[in-house]
């Protein structure tokens, strides 16, 4: 089997994320692609999409595993961390090994406990104003070069695109209001995976990937999938699950199959 | 704008007075604040009588723009010239007329999917809402939010007794506690929130940790002798 070259992965990632953009489509499932294609692109252990709320807090909207301790990880930047410098300063932050920097103790401390070492942190712009951070985790201190990083602010671009483009925008052409559905749409989703969890006796993580799996098998977009189970207008049969097929793909999987 | 809501909420019921200084803190003419039970809502308060009788009208005609925020999960257009509704809806025209209204912009009070309510603001200018305007919109909805699962909790709208930062944990296990719970005793994710809110309360621990208990089933909620709600296992 031959693994696709960088350039030609590269290139079909953008050509996908466009087609996404001119279809209509569902902004978390395209975030949640978007930060698995991060992971394959630069052989990274994770990566993640943070949006700021109305309180400046940054939440995750998307990221490559819904492993609850990659999540605390992203949360805790909060505090201390390269997405929160990034979001204040709206300048990319690249730290290939965080053993050499003194900057973020807490935040080093935990990383590395949970297997990083170098960790990438890229804004999310629109004019003036950083709305929120791409982040990317790597197992290993590799350095990422000037056109990993071009290309790493390329996507974090196409992630802004995508929040104010998506589906229902409609007349919410005000920002907050926009960023405020994406926000929604999440919490949507946890709120999902929660009813499925306690139904069904599934980790989250499965959780998750059963309601993905559900709303691309019913052609039906994620967010919606999740408000119509949130406000118990649908109920998932469990003998449509799939056991073990959509654990989260580790980097280097293909995601073509679109499953 | 939001501590304001939040101070104004404590002292005083959700009445009339609460939602005339909403109608203040917003700069619009009037403001209606109603609870969602199910698919259907229901007026809280308003900031005057006129208002309550539109409202009432579309709740007994079942359709209206704070019915379509309830329903969608999405608030009104910002320019919604009262011409363009009483297109779509001839009864509200005479009533809107009679009020005085020009404008009326309804904000879904939700959390994720849960639906709490609908916050109504009405304009006698024939203008639609500023940007601002809107924006202000959003934060007070967001503020209203609280103040109504405190309300429906009997907890304080702050009642947060360790801001859930300090304790590390990551937040989305509120909302999946709230799934979880309400997938445990068949009640809506909007009333789960309110449960946990009351029990983190109560048991004076900080909301983020007793979701977290939740997701790792450590407690949950049954459904006892008597159809009550209670609360099982170490917390």
Known sequence: ?259 | MAQALSTASASADLDETFCTCCRDLLGVDGVSISLASSFDLASMCTTNASISAFEELEFTLGEGPALDALASGEPSPPEHPPGEMSEKRPPFDAAAADSGLGGVFAFPLNVGAARLGVLTLFVNSITGLSAAQHDDALIAADALVHVILAAQGSTPASAEPVPFRDVGLFRAEIHQASGMLSAQIGCTVADALVQLRGRAYAVEKPIAELARDVVLGRTRLLRGADNQIEWSGEE
């Open chain 1, 1 to 259: 089997m031959r693994t696709p070259s960088r350039e030609s992965l590269l290139s079909r990632t953008f050509v996908q994320l466009a087609d996404s953009l001119v279809d209509e489509f569902d902004l978390i499932e395209l975030l949640t692609l978007l930060s698995l294609r991060c992971v394959e692109l630069f052989e990274a252990g994770a990566a993640g999409i943070l949006l700021a709320d109305q309180r400046g807090t940054l939440q995750v909207v998307a990221a490559s595993s819904e492993r609850a301790r990659l999540l605390e990880l992203f949360q805790l930047q909060n505090d201390q961390g390269p997405c929160l410098d990034c979001y204040s300063t709206g300048s990319p932050i690249s730290v290939h090994d965080l053993r050499s920097v003194e900057r973020w103790p807490l935040f080093t401390a935990e990383a590395e406990a949970a297997g990083y070492r170098g960790v990438g942190a890229f804004p999310l712009r629109l004019r003036d104003e950083v709305i929120g951070t791409l982040n990317i985790f790597m197992a290993d201190p590799v350095e990422l070069g000037d056109q990993d990083l071009q290309i790493c602010q390329a996507l974090a671009d196409v992630a802004t695109i995508a929040i104010l483009q998506h589906q229902a925008v409609q007349q919410a052409e005000n920002l907050s209001g926009q960023l405020q559905q994406a926000l929604d749409s999440r919490i949507a989703i946890e709120q999902a995976k929660g009813i499925l969890a306690e139904r069904f006796h599934l980790e989250m993580t499965d959780a998750f990937a059963q309601l993905r799996r559900f709303a691309r098998g019913s052609n039906q977009r994620l967010s919606d999938v999740a408000a119509a189970l949130v406000l118990g207008q649908i109920v998932l049969d469990p003998s449509t699950f799939g056991h073990g097929v959509d654990t989260p793909p580790e980097a280097g999987s293909s995601l073509e199959q679109g499953s």
